[in-house]
Protein backbone atom coordinates (compact mmCIF):
# COMPACT_ATOMS: atom_id res chain seq x y z
CA UNK A 1 0.00 0.00 0.00
CA UNK A 2 1.21 3.19 -1.02
CA UNK A 3 2.07 5.81 2.16
CA UNK A 4 1.45 8.68 0.61
CA UNK A 5 -1.64 10.17 2.59
CA UNK A 6 -2.81 13.72 3.29
CA UNK A 7 -6.18 14.91 4.59
CA UNK A 8 -8.30 15.81 1.85
CA UNK A 9 -7.74 12.70 -0.03
CA UNK A 10 -9.50 9.61 -0.09
CA UNK A 11 -7.83 6.00 -1.05
CA UNK A 12 -9.67 3.35 -2.64
CA UNK A 13 -8.72 0.00 -3.50
CA UNK A 14 -9.62 -0.17 -6.60
CA UNK A 15 -11.78 -3.62 -6.66
CA UNK A 16 -14.02 -1.80 -4.52
CA UNK A 17 -16.91 -3.57 -5.79
CA UNK A 18 -19.35 -1.04 -5.93
CA UNK A 19 -17.11 1.43 -7.25
CA UNK A 20 -15.06 -0.62 -9.98
CA UNK A 21 -17.10 -3.52 -10.89
CA UNK A 22 -15.10 -4.66 -14.05
CA UNK A 23 -12.06 -4.56 -11.98
CA UNK A 24 -10.13 -8.10 -11.69
CA UNK A 25 -9.35 -9.56 -8.05
CA UNK A 26 -6.12 -10.65 -9.54
CA UNK A 27 -4.45 -7.68 -11.70
CA UNK A 28 -5.93 -5.32 -9.52
CA UNK A 29 -4.42 -1.63 -10.07
CA UNK A 30 -2.71 -1.39 -6.39
CA UNK A 31 -3.97 1.70 -4.90
CA UNK A 32 -6.38 4.77 -6.18
CA UNK A 33 -6.03 8.34 -4.84
CA UNK A 34 -9.16 9.93 -4.83
CA UNK A 35 -10.41 13.45 -4.16
CA UNK A 36 -13.67 12.88 -4.09
CA UNK A 37 -15.98 10.00 -2.68
CA UNK A 38 -19.23 11.06 -5.46
CA UNK A 39 -19.89 8.41 -7.48
CA UNK A 40 -17.43 8.29 -10.21
CA UNK A 41 -20.80 6.96 -12.54
CA UNK A 42 -22.41 10.41 -13.05
CA UNK A 43 -20.44 12.04 -15.62
CA UNK A 44 -20.18 12.58 -19.30
CA UNK A 45 -19.49 9.49 -20.66
CA UNK A 46 -20.15 7.39 -24.02
CA UNK A 47 -20.91 3.58 -23.32
CA UNK A 48 -19.20 1.41 -26.11
CA UNK A 49 -22.55 0.89 -27.31
CA UNK A 50 -22.63 4.64 -28.35
CA UNK A 51 -21.76 6.29 -31.39
CA UNK A 52 -19.98 9.43 -31.32
CA UNK A 53 -19.49 12.04 -34.07
CA UNK A 54 -16.03 13.83 -34.54
CA UNK A 55 -15.76 16.63 -32.72
CA UNK A 56 -12.74 18.43 -33.58
CA UNK A 57 -13.37 21.69 -32.84
CA UNK A 58 -12.81 24.72 -35.13
CA UNK A 59 -12.38 27.40 -32.48
CA UNK A 60 -11.42 28.68 -30.74
CA UNK A 61 -8.92 26.50 -30.23
CA UNK A 62 -7.31 26.22 -33.54
CA UNK A 63 -6.00 29.71 -34.20
CA UNK A 64 -3.72 28.41 -30.24
CA UNK A 65 -2.96 25.77 -32.26
CA UNK A 66 -1.84 28.10 -35.37
CA UNK A 67 0.72 29.40 -33.22
CA UNK A 68 1.40 26.94 -31.26
CA UNK A 69 2.68 24.92 -34.80
CA UNK A 70 4.64 27.55 -35.89
CA UNK A 71 6.17 28.36 -32.87
CA UNK A 72 7.04 24.53 -32.81
CA UNK A 73 8.15 24.75 -36.30
CA UNK A 74 10.53 27.97 -35.56
CA UNK A 75 12.47 26.22 -32.22
CA UNK A 76 9.98 28.17 -29.70
CA UNK A 77 7.82 25.87 -28.88
CA UNK A 78 7.90 22.40 -26.97
CA UNK A 79 6.27 19.20 -28.33
CA UNK A 80 4.24 19.02 -24.78
CA UNK A 81 3.00 22.25 -26.34
CA UNK A 82 1.72 21.10 -29.40
CA UNK A 83 0.14 17.87 -27.84
CA UNK A 84 -2.39 20.28 -25.43
CA UNK A 85 -2.84 21.95 -28.61
CA UNK A 86 -3.83 19.40 -30.53
CA UNK A 87 -6.19 17.74 -27.52
CA UNK A 88 -8.06 21.18 -26.86
CA UNK A 89 -8.95 21.14 -30.33
CA UNK A 90 -10.71 17.44 -29.22
CA UNK A 91 -11.52 17.57 -25.68
CA UNK A 92 -14.84 19.38 -24.45
CA UNK A 93 -15.80 20.08 -20.75
CA UNK A 94 -17.84 17.00 -19.29
CA UNK A 95 -15.42 14.85 -21.03
CA UNK A 96 -13.56 11.59 -19.49
CA UNK A 97 -9.78 11.59 -20.38
CA UNK A 98 -7.18 9.43 -19.48
CA UNK A 99 -3.48 10.55 -18.52
CA UNK A 100 -1.52 6.91 -18.78
CA UNK A 101 1.80 8.27 -17.44
CA UNK A 102 0.55 11.20 -14.89
CA UNK A 103 3.83 11.79 -13.99
CA UNK A 104 4.70 15.36 -12.08
CA UNK A 105 1.00 15.81 -13.00
CA UNK A 106 1.65 19.25 -15.42
CA UNK A 107 -1.05 17.12 -18.25
CA UNK A 108 -3.27 15.85 -15.89
CA UNK A 109 -3.23 19.26 -14.68
CA UNK A 110 -3.59 20.52 -18.46
CA UNK A 111 -6.45 17.89 -19.20
CA UNK A 112 -8.57 18.71 -15.97
CA UNK A 113 -8.73 22.42 -17.37
CA UNK A 114 -10.14 20.95 -20.33
CA UNK A 115 -12.79 18.92 -19.09
CA UNK A 116 -13.67 20.44 -15.85
CA UNK A 117 -17.23 22.63 -15.76
CA UNK A 118 -19.84 23.14 -13.33
CA UNK A 119 -21.64 20.51 -14.32
CA UNK A 120 -18.58 18.69 -12.68
CA UNK A 121 -19.19 15.70 -15.15
CA UNK A 122 -15.74 15.43 -16.00
CA UNK A 123 -13.05 13.27 -15.13
CA UNK A 124 -9.47 12.56 -15.58
CA UNK A 125 -7.97 9.50 -14.96
CA UNK A 126 -4.41 9.90 -14.60
CA UNK A 127 -1.99 6.58 -13.93
CA UNK A 128 1.83 6.25 -12.84
CA UNK A 129 3.88 3.21 -11.67
CA UNK A 130 5.14 5.56 -9.05
CA UNK A 131 3.77 6.27 -5.72
CA UNK A 132 6.27 9.13 -6.18
CA UNK A 133 4.87 10.30 -9.68
CA UNK A 134 1.38 10.46 -8.00
CA UNK A 135 2.79 12.34 -4.76
CA UNK A 136 3.88 14.93 -6.92
CA UNK A 137 0.57 14.97 -9.43
CA UNK A 138 -1.80 15.49 -6.30
CA UNK A 139 0.52 18.09 -5.01
CA UNK A 140 0.63 19.71 -8.11
CA UNK A 141 -3.44 19.84 -8.41
CA UNK A 142 -3.61 20.70 -4.43
CA UNK A 143 -2.02 23.92 -5.54
CA UNK A 144 -3.45 24.68 -8.87
CA UNK A 145 -6.99 23.86 -8.82
CA UNK A 146 -10.20 24.84 -6.71
CA UNK A 147 -11.73 22.00 -5.10
CA UNK A 148 -14.54 21.49 -7.35
CA UNK A 149 -11.99 21.13 -10.02
CA UNK A 150 -10.43 18.79 -7.71
CA UNK A 151 -12.90 16.23 -7.64
CA UNK A 152 -12.50 15.54 -11.51
CA UNK A 153 -9.55 14.05 -10.69
CA UNK A 154 -8.98 10.25 -9.70
CA UNK A 155 -5.32 9.05 -9.40
CA UNK A 156 -3.93 5.28 -9.73
CA UNK A 157 -0.80 3.59 -8.58
CA UNK A 158 -0.90 1.55 -11.80
CA UNK A 159 0.09 0.59 -15.10
CA UNK A 160 -1.38 1.96 -18.33
CA UNK A 161 -1.42 -1.20 -19.85
CA UNK A 162 -4.21 -1.52 -16.89
CA UNK A 163 -6.24 1.21 -17.86
CA UNK A 164 -9.58 -0.60 -18.34
CA UNK A 165 -9.76 -1.62 -14.98
CA UNK A 166 -10.03 1.88 -13.34
CA UNK A 167 -12.81 2.70 -15.76
CA UNK A 168 -16.40 2.72 -14.91
CA UNK A 169 -17.97 -0.07 -16.66
CA UNK A 170 -18.50 0.14 -20.50
CA UNK A 171 -17.61 3.79 -20.59
CA UNK A 172 -15.48 5.16 -23.63
CA UNK A 173 -12.74 8.42 -23.05
CA UNK A 174 -12.23 11.34 -25.63
CA UNK A 175 -8.30 11.77 -25.00
CA UNK A 176 -5.48 8.49 -23.82
CA UNK A 177 -2.53 10.53 -23.39
CA UNK A 178 0.80 8.96 -22.99
CA UNK A 179 4.09 10.94 -22.51
CA UNK A 180 6.50 8.20 -22.18
CA UNK A 181 10.39 8.28 -20.84
CA UNK A 182 11.25 8.32 -17.22
CA UNK A 183 10.13 10.63 -14.64
CA UNK A 184 11.72 14.18 -15.02
CA UNK A 185 13.66 14.96 -11.79
CA UNK A 186 12.76 11.06 -10.58
CA UNK A 187 14.69 7.43 -11.17
CA UNK A 188 15.55 6.85 -14.90
CA UNK A 189 15.72 3.15 -13.71
CA UNK A 190 11.88 3.85 -13.83
CA UNK A 191 11.10 3.87 -17.13
CA UNK A 192 8.33 3.29 -19.90
CA UNK A 193 9.20 -0.28 -22.00
CA UNK A 194 8.45 -1.14 -25.17
CA UNK A 195 6.10 -4.11 -24.04
CA UNK A 196 3.88 -2.57 -21.86
CA UNK A 197 3.70 0.97 -24.16
CA UNK A 198 2.00 -1.49 -26.52
CA UNK A 199 -0.35 -3.59 -24.11
CA UNK A 200 -1.04 0.38 -23.35
CA UNK A 201 -1.86 1.48 -26.82
CA UNK A 202 -3.93 -1.76 -27.53
CA UNK A 203 -6.08 -1.01 -23.90
CA UNK A 204 -6.32 2.66 -25.49
CA UNK A 205 -7.33 1.43 -28.71
CA UNK A 206 -9.97 -0.23 -26.89
CA UNK A 207 -11.29 2.55 -25.00
CA UNK A 208 -11.52 5.96 -27.26
CA UNK A 209 -14.76 6.50 -28.73
CA UNK A 210 -15.22 7.69 -32.36
CA UNK A 211 -14.21 11.42 -32.31
CA UNK A 212 -11.47 10.76 -29.83
CA UNK A 213 -7.71 10.54 -29.91
CA UNK A 214 -4.42 8.52 -28.53
CA UNK A 215 -1.81 10.99 -28.12
CA UNK A 216 1.86 9.84 -27.75
CA UNK A 217 4.89 11.77 -26.82
CA UNK A 218 8.07 9.60 -27.48
CA UNK A 219 11.62 10.14 -25.77
CA UNK A 220 14.61 8.49 -28.22
CA UNK A 221 17.42 10.09 -26.55
CA UNK A 222 17.62 7.33 -23.82
CA UNK A 223 18.37 3.35 -24.49
CA UNK A 224 15.26 1.70 -25.45
CA UNK A 225 13.91 4.79 -26.61
CA UNK A 226 13.95 4.05 -30.19
CA UNK A 227 13.03 0.57 -29.73
CA UNK A 228 9.86 2.19 -28.13
CA UNK A 229 9.07 4.64 -30.63
CA UNK A 230 9.41 1.76 -33.58
CA UNK A 231 6.63 -0.18 -31.35
CA UNK A 232 4.65 2.92 -31.15
CA UNK A 233 5.05 3.48 -35.20
CA UNK A 234 4.85 -0.12 -36.05
CA UNK A 235 1.06 -0.31 -33.70
CA UNK A 236 -0.04 2.89 -35.07
CA UNK A 237 0.44 1.89 -38.78
CA UNK A 238 -1.48 -1.49 -38.71
CA UNK A 239 -4.42 0.88 -37.63
CA UNK A 240 -7.17 0.62 -40.06
CA UNK A 241 -7.56 3.76 -42.58
CA UNK A 242 -10.95 3.74 -42.31
CA UNK A 243 -10.91 4.08 -38.44
CA UNK A 244 -8.41 5.68 -37.48
CA UNK A 245 -5.85 8.61 -38.93
CA UNK A 246 -2.62 8.24 -37.46
CA UNK A 247 0.45 10.92 -37.73
CA UNK A 248 4.25 11.80 -36.48
CA UNK A 249 5.56 14.59 -36.08
CA UNK A 250 9.50 14.55 -35.64
CA UNK A 251 12.04 17.54 -35.76
CA UNK A 252 14.76 15.99 -38.98
CA UNK A 253 17.77 17.47 -37.68
CA UNK A 254 17.31 16.72 -33.88
CA UNK A 255 17.28 13.28 -33.68
CA UNK A 256 17.19 13.02 -30.42
CA UNK A 257 14.01 15.28 -29.84
CA UNK A 258 10.95 13.81 -28.96
CA UNK A 259 8.66 12.52 -31.28
CA UNK A 260 5.13 13.71 -31.35
CA UNK A 261 2.34 10.96 -32.40
CA UNK A 262 -1.31 11.32 -32.60
CA UNK A 263 -3.67 8.54 -33.22
CA UNK A 264 -7.41 10.20 -34.29
CA UNK A 265 -9.79 7.52 -33.89
CA UNK A 266 -12.80 8.37 -36.89
C1 LIG B 1 7.87 11.47 -18.95
S1 LIG B 1 7.11 11.01 -17.42
C2 LIG B 1 5.49 11.69 -17.56
C3 LIG B 1 5.42 13.19 -17.42
C4 LIG B 1 4.04 13.68 -17.03
N1 LIG B 1 3.03 13.38 -18.00
C5 LIG B 1 4.01 15.14 -16.63
O1 LIG B 1 3.20 15.92 -17.16
O2 LIG B 1 4.82 15.50 -15.77
C6 LIG B 1 6.82 9.28 -17.65
C7 LIG B 1 6.11 8.62 -16.46
O3 LIG B 1 5.68 7.32 -16.87
C8 LIG B 1 5.67 6.52 -15.71
N2 LIG B 1 5.58 5.11 -16.14
C9 LIG B 1 6.57 4.28 -16.54
N3 LIG B 1 6.06 3.10 -16.89
C10 LIG B 1 4.72 3.17 -16.71
C11 LIG B 1 3.65 2.25 -16.90
N4 LIG B 1 3.88 1.03 -17.38
N5 LIG B 1 2.40 2.65 -16.59
C12 LIG B 1 2.17 3.90 -16.11
N6 LIG B 1 3.15 4.82 -15.92
C13 LIG B 1 4.40 4.45 -16.21
C14 LIG B 1 6.94 6.88 -15.00
O4 LIG B 1 6.88 6.51 -13.65
C15 LIG B 1 6.97 8.41 -15.23
O5 LIG B 1 6.44 9.09 -14.13
Known amino acids: MSKILTPISTIFFAHKPSLFPTISPFINPKIIFKFTTKSINNHNLITRAQ ?10 TLPDLEDVM ?10 TQIAHSVWKCVVQKGDAVIDATCGNGYDTLAMLKMVADRSQKGRVYALDLQDVALQNTRSLLDESLDDNEKELAELFATCHSKMEEVLPRNITVRLVAFNLGYLPGGDKTMITKSETTLLGLEAAERVVAPGGLISLLVYVGHPGGREEFETVQAFASRLPVDKWSCC ?7 PLAPIIVFLFKR
Open 70 to 79: LGYMFGKKKA
Open 51 to 60: TQSPIVNDSP
Open 248 to 254: KLEMLNK
